[in-house]
């Protein structure tokens, strides 16, 4: 049975005050209430409705707002309002039609008495709103966007928050004091390193915005660096988030498009970064790993500016500056977030480099480590047995036993499996090694894998192939992927990793990995990369694939031995796990993270 009611009234002071007179616990109970217009809104939870309507009427960045709705229910508590408050602004956020235009102080996410039985009601809740025409699409589907995955306004772990409270704390000093500094976020696969930069970047465009007059929430997390003093410090501050990986950037410019405070021109590439003729007081950096070193770039126009970048900034073409380098150069404040292990061409940053990186951040106390799973269901657990698999040196496969985790004999059948979980769940796709020529890009009728009688095509979009139409009839490469969730991956093992029959150990087959840019060697820097530098790359690829599923990863294995040996460990097939239940994204297991 309902419990609650949405009292709908426009917003103007006569509505308010007809509302509120006849019952005096408006004044004295908990609500969440939503004020909007055709295209912006806003979301709040008080003890009183009334007052805080008319603060809100005295805001003139609210008072082009034209309707309010108020959600009330007997049993609802501070803690449930909190809940259904950082709730609604998720799914606003994620289903786009409206702009959010709170500020973004910290959502909380506490846990708190019978919170099951009032998160079902939330969903009610939701679909009275989308039935008054406030959502276009049903949660499933909004959970699943990257307007959802990649919002500012997520509720941060306590990891997360620990770093932003220390990132913005030691900033503050930095400003006060005029001394430059260098932040490192590092983290494996999942554990949310994208969602700290992006809400890092809404958060200071609102303390750099912030009112005087419009006080912050008293229960938000970060509602204590509002001050007019900090104001101040950021006036006229110049930031940036830099993003390596092309359909990543354009995922992200997205979302800042339908953020207030932010736009897609913050989102920049490293050659954007090295080229502006300003310099940039902030540049916080995702993907840090893919930054290049001096290389052969993908084109002869990106090797002239990568030349001509060096000449403007250090006088001649140096060959040791990277783009690492340039970051740096162009701005007096980093954060960079980071993974060793999740480097996939010889071009991208060396391991001395980023560890040198991280040494310095540390020795500055600026070092911030995630190591909470907010992907993988299978958790922290699942992404070291992935690692310890690809190596040979896994042993059980214990630990995440709801993780539906399964190795496929035959490709057409795990392709099957993933059809009927994208059914389900949507964003379930196949994935692969660049273990096959990419013979589509030259002739769009050829095909580019064929196994066991089932032929299909790489990606035959660069840019945001997960959602693209016909993506589940693709195989999407290392490039599409990486930085993004699945719910479900089915992972294609090429011939380019293989187990030894001499020594038992897992090694790289040159001839049988494709991508040309992921074996060259740099004459430029005199650097050749043997079998075993070659091996590092193919099982850092194999690593993110395989930690893309939130719910679920399908293998299917290449090479006979390699595959045996993934036999001795995981279930196969048909006889697998029973299939993951997890609620959908209730926990915000569905952060990026990257």
């Given at each position: 049975m309902t419990s609650f009611r949405v009292e709908h009234f426009p917003f103007s002071k006569q509505a308010v005050r007809t509302w509120a007179e006849p019952d005096g616990r408006h004044a004295n109970w908990p609500v969440v209430y939503t004020i909007s217009d055709h295209g912006e809104v806003y979301v709040g939870e008080t003890l009183n409705a009334a007052g805080r309507l008319r603060q809100h009427l005295d805001n003139e960045g609210k008072q082009h707002l034209k309707a309010v709705r108020i959600v009330i229910d007997e049993t609802f508590n501070k803690s449930a309002c909190l809940d259904l408050e950082s709730y609604l602004i998720r799914l606003f956020a994620g289903d786009g039609q409206l702009k959010v235009i709170n500020r973004?102080?910290?959502?909380?996410?506490?846990?708190?008495?019978?919170?099951?039985?009032?998160?079902?009601?939330?969903?009610?809740?939701?679909?009275?709103?989308?039935?008054?025409?406030?959502?276009?699409?049903?949660?499933?589907?909004?959970?699943?966007?990257?307007?959802?995955?990649?919002?500012?306004?997520?509720?941060?772990?306590?990891?997360?928050a620990v770093a932003m409270e220390g990132i913005l704390e030691g900033l503050f000093e930095d400003l006060e004091q005029g001394a430059r500094s260098t932040v490192v976020v590092q983290g494996d696969p999942g554990t949310g390193k994208t969602i700290v930069g992006v809400f890092l970047m809404k958060l200071l465009r609102?303390?750099?915005?912030?009112?005087?007059?419009?006080?912050?929430?008293?229960?938000?997390?970060?509602?204590?660096?509002?001050?007019?003093?900090?104001?101040?410090?950021?006036?006229?501050?110049?930031?940036?988030?830099?993003?390596?990986?092309?359909?990543?950037?354009?995922?992200?410019?997205?979302?800042?498009?339908?953020?207030?405070?932010?736009?897609?021109?913050?989102v920049l590439t490293p050659f954007e970064v090295g080229a502006s003729d300003h310099d940039f007081d902030l540049l916080v950096v995702d993907e840090t790993h893919r930054l290049n070193q001096r290389a052969n770039q993908p084109t002869g126009v990106l090797n002239k500016k990568f030349r001509a970048i060096n000449g403007a900034l250090y006088g001649d073409d140096d060959l040791t500056k990277t783009?690492?380098?340039?970051?740096?150069?162009?701005?007096?404040?980093q954060v960079f977030l980071l993974d060793e292990g999740q480097a996939v061409r010889p071009a991208d940053l060396p391991r001395p480099v980023l560890g040198a990186l991280v040494r310095e951040a540390k020795e500055a106390n600026r070092f911030y480590p995630l190591a909470s799973q907010m992907r993988v269901a299978g958790g922290a657990d699942y992404i070291d047995f992935i690692r310890r698999l690809l190596r040979g040196e896994a042993s059980d496969a214990g630990g995440f036993a709801s993780y539906d985790l399964r190795l496929f004999q035959n490709l057409g059948e795990m392709h099957d499996a993933i059809r009927a979980r994208d059914e389900e769940h949507g964003l379930a796709r196949l994935v692969a090694g660049y273990a096959w020529p990419w013979k589509s890009r030259k002739d769009a009728s050829e095909f580019d894998i064929e196994l066991d009688g089932v032929a299909l095509h790489?990606?035959?979009?660069?840019?945001?192939?997960?959602?693209?139409?016909?993506?589940?009839?693709?195989?999407?490469?290392?490039?599409?992927?990486?930085g993004y969730d699945l719910?479900?991956?089915?992972?294609?093992i090429g011939e380019d990793l293989r187990l030894d029959p001499l020594t038992g150990k897992v090694r790289a087959?040159?001839?049988?990995?494709?991508?040309?840019?992921?074996?060259?060697?740099?004459?430029?820097?005199?650097?050749?990369?043997?079998?075993?530098?070659?091996?590092?790359?193919?099982?850092?690829?194999?690593?993110?694939?395989?930690?893309?599923?939130?719910?679920?990863?399908?293998?299917?294995?290449?090479?006979?031995?390699?595959?045996?040996?993934?036999?001795?460990?995981?279930?196969?097939?048909?006889?697998?796990?029973?299939?993951?239940?997890?609620?959908?994204?209730?926990?915000?297991?569905?952060?990026p993270r990257f």
């Open positions: 973004n102080e910290g959502i909380t996410d506490a846990d708190y008495y019978d919170r099951v039985r009032y998160r079902n009601t939330f969903d009610e809740i939701f679909e009275e709103l989308r039935a008054a025409g406030m959502f276009t699409r049903d949660i499933p589907e909004i959970e699943n966007s990257d307007l959802f995955k990649l919002s500012p306004f997520k509720s941060l772990n306590q990891e997360q609102d303390i750099q915005a912030a009112n005087p007059n419009d006080r912050p929430e008293t229960d938000s997390l970060f509602s204590d660096f509002f001050v007019e003093g900090h104001s101040e410090l950021l006036h006229d501050f110049r930031i940036g988030i830099v993003v390596p990986q092309q359909s990543l950037r354009r995922s992200i410019q997205k979302v800042f498009a339908k953020t207030p405070g932010l736009d897609r021109s913050m783009q690492l380098d340039w970051i740096r150069s162009k701005s007096r404040h790489w990606n035959r979009t660069a840019v945001d192939w997960i959602n693209s139409e016909g993506s589940i009839d693709d195989v999407g490469s290392i490039h599409t992927v990486q719910n479900y991956a089915g992972v294609i087959h040159r001839a049988s990995y494709y991508d040309a840019k992921g074996k060259e060697n740099n004459p430029t820097l005199g650097i050749t990369y043997d079998d075993d530098a070659l091996l590092e790359f193919i099982l850092n690829i194999y690593a993110v694939l395989l930690t893309r599923g939130i719910r679920g990863t399908y293998i299917y294995v290449c090479d006979p031995r390699l595959r045996s040996y993934f036999e001795s460990l995981l279930a196969t097939g048909t006889q697998a796990r029973p299939h993951a239940t997890h609620s959908r994204g209730r926990s915000e297991a569905a952060q």
